[in-house]
């Protein structure tokens, strides 16, 4: 089988409608509109691999015109089983400008693609080609408590989640007054009770004393995680603080490289480790970070787009759940639908999933 084209398309997916929710959730607050880059490569074989990827904010154009102009030339003729020769070849190409940022990102709709070709091959849905560990996996929402949302409209939205299942919610911190982040987070934390989760992501925003100072607090109410307080890099503060903090600490949403959680897993700073499949060029490189991560005894909780978090939660021992945003559910046919409290994955072979056409058409940006 080998890749005869490789074709790219431009929607800017508004989020926070009514009706746009899946998974049992509430309308979340959020980001306007999400520009969404899907990608179908077409192969002699007939199989066509569905991949995308996302930007929140600027970048979507470059991205596009890398899919468009520079990424075909490595995949077209190539056979989709070649996943890590590939990605790298892709490192190789981009040395001279830099593989991490937006050519990663671009890249990552390719190998996501290449991986729904694998499945598609084996006659595998994608979970089951990792390793199928279980048919289901927990998972907590994180489009529910962005910056700046009050605690009891993230209480609203949230109760009947955990009632029915579902682990919780990651509460966004880091963008105003840090007493105030305290308070909300604690209001959330008391209003779920003990049977919520709570995860916070501060998005590497908090100096050490900072940081410190919030994961006591964090410790004393119960909160499940600290994410990213500090800078990424910042691999001397990170082991301070995990000498001195109580609540666990989750690191890598920011990492846009695999060496960065090698560093941290090495140094035994975090417990959880937050790779994002875009960020970093795709589900090759995750693969990579979550057989380190496992080796070291750490946990892997890769970053929203549910579409592939179920299938690594649901193959990988090491991937206990699923970071679940509602964003692009209309985008797809079928795609993780919740049971149980649980993400269940699609059971077609690959991904298992196919583009609404009609959606497709109305968010299809100009």
Not at 67 to 89: F, K, S
Not at 205 to 219: E, I, K, S, Y
Not at 278 to 284: A, E, H, M, Q, S
Request: with cysteine.
């Amino acid at each position: 089988m080998r890749i005869t084209s490789l074709a790219a398309d431009h929607l800017r997916v508004p989020l926070g409608k009514p009706g746009r929710v899946p998974l049992g959730g509430p309308k979340p607050a959020g980001p306007d509109a999400a520009d969404l880059l899907l990608v179908h490569a077409e192969t002699d074989a007939g199989a066509v691999g569905l991949g995308f990827t996302y930007c929140l904010g600027p970048g979507a154009g470059a991205v596009r015109d890398l899919l468009v102009h520079d990424l075909p030339a490595l995949v077209v003729g190539e056979d989709p089983h070649d996943t890590d020769r590939l990605y790298a070849r892709a490192g190789r190409r981009f040395a001279g400008v830099g593989f991490a940022g937006l050519a990663a990102r671009a890249y990552a709709a390719v190998d996501i693609a290449l991986w729904d070709l694998k499945g598609q091959a084996a006659g595998l849905s994608l979970h089951r080609l990792l390793g199928g560990v279980r048919p289901a996996a927990p998972f907590f929402r994180s489009d529910l408590a962005p910056h700046g949302r009050p605690a009891e409209d993230v209480l609203e939205d949230a109760r009947p989640l955990v009632r029915d299942g579902v682990m919780g919610v990651r509460v966004e911190v880091g963008r105003g007054d840090v007493q105030e982040d305290a308070d909300r987070v604690r209001d959330v934390s008391d209003g779920l009770g003990d049977g919520g989760w709570v995860g916070v992501a501060a998005g590497g925003r908090f100096d050490l004393n900072t940081a410190v100072a919030l994961a006591h607090f964090f410790g004393d109410i119960g909160v499940d995680w600290f994410e990213d307080p500090l800078p990424a890099g910042d691999d001397a503060g990170y082991r301070r603080l995990a000498d001195l903090a109580e609540v666990p600490l989750a690191v890598g949403s920011l990492f846009e490289t695999p060496d960065q959680f090698f560093r941290v897993l090495r140094d035994g700073a975090v417990r959880t480790v937050r790779p994002d499949v875009c960020r970093l060029g795709g589900i090759t490189p995750v693969l990579k970070v979550a057989a380190v991560a496992e080796a070291f005894g750490a946990a892997v909780s890769p970053v929203r787009l549910p579409e592939v978090g179920v299938h690594l939660a649901c193959g990988l021992a090491a991937v206990p759940h699923v970071d679940s945003v509602g964003w692009f559910a209309d985008v797809f046919h079928v795609g993780p639908h919740a049971g149980g409290g649980k993400l269940v994955p699609p059971d077609g072979p690959g991904l298992g999933l196919h583009v609404n056409g009609e959606a497709a058409e109305r968010y299809r940006a100009g």
